[in-house]
């Protein structure tokens, strides 16, 4: 079975779409508008912790990837995934910070990780357990299909997992195969979670950091997040835009951490409108999950 290798054959196998031509040009107006204010380099300056996100380096994203870290390190110190959320949690926010994490153990991660390596840059990768190591074809096909809306893409194995750990890069908890975690019952979640983390701990020494499936609010539970502290997490982490900024600190049971998500081969105004817009809406404070408890 042939597997993507390149992010150019998943745009061909998309396609061009209005909507996403729409949402291009609106982001390009937008970008360029804040950019003629003089707004979107003051905003980049402002003091903040800063998590994006990605899924894939696929071979032909490493050059973009090498472009984003050189172009954001002029207004930001990139730092471990670790440090960021410590920084959150104490409330020692005085200039702009930026850490980077990728979800879901695809095989080019390791690419990625390289590139980032070489860099200076600590990157925490969040991985599904039931998934390292996958080479059934018809069942890779299956899953990239269902879960991940992508055609097959390799997944890492046990060696690839070890490599990225001994790197220098963190391993976070990511469920045990990238299940709808507001949609299983309850006992099954708590499992899940639970085995995940223990898991990692025996592969790699430790799993700190957990990041949802899909990562929207309305993606998980207050279960759920009950259960990723009571495993023994340090954070929890969405995939909801946003930034922090707080300087006073934050009791660990109340923090939730928001991410950007970003694709390699965006245009760098782009990334820079999202994150400038982050910084001027401010702290993305409050936990819907604590409101709802």
């Keep these: 079975m042939p597997y993507v290798e390149r992010y150019a054959e998943i745009k061909a196998v998309e396609g061009v779409t209005l909507r996403g031509s729409v949402r291009h040009a609106a982001l390009h107006a937008f970008s360029a508008a804040q950019r003629l204010r003089g707004a979107t380099e003051k905003a980049l300056r402002i003091p903040r912790v800063q998590f994006l996100y990605i899924h894939h380096t696929f071979s032909d994203e490493l050059r973009a990837l090498e472009r984003l870290v050189n172009d954001l390190t002029r207004t930001h110190s990139f730092i471990s995934y670790s440090e960021a959320v410590d920084r959150v949690r104490h409330g020692r926010i005085d200039k702009p910070y930026l850490c980077v994490s990728s979800d879901d153990g695809f095989r080019n991660n390791l690419d990625g990780a390289r590139v980032l390596r070489d860099l200076g840059i600590s990157a925490c990768f969040f991985i599904n357990p039931g998934l390292i190591g996958l080479s059934d074809e018809t069942t890779i096909r299956r899953i990239c299909t269902d879960r991940f809306h992508l055609p097959p893409v390799r997944f890492l194995d046990r060696a690839e997992l070890d490599e990225l750990a001994a790197m220098g890069h963190e391993i976070g908890s990511h469920t045990w195969e990238h299940h709808n975690m507001a949609r299983i019952p309850h006992d099954a979640l708590v499992e899940d979670i639970a085995k995940t983390r223990r898991t990692l701990i025996e592969w790699v020494g430790r799993a700190d950091h957990f990041a949802f499936p899909y990562g ?18 340090t954070s929890c982490a969405t995939a909801e835009r946003g930034c922090h900024m707080n300087t006073v600190p934050i009791h660990p049971e109340h923090l939730l951490i928001r991410r950007d998500h970003i694709i390699l081969d965006w245009p760098m105004a782009h990334v820079h409108y999202f994150l400038a817009t982050n910084a001027l809406r401010g702290d993305a ?9």
Excluded: C, M, Q, W
């Design 216 to 233: 929207r609010f309305t993606d998980f539970t207050t279960a759920g997040y009950k259960a990723v502290l009571e495993a023994g997490h």
């Design 285 to 293: 404070i409050g936990n819907p999950y604590l409101r709802s408890a």
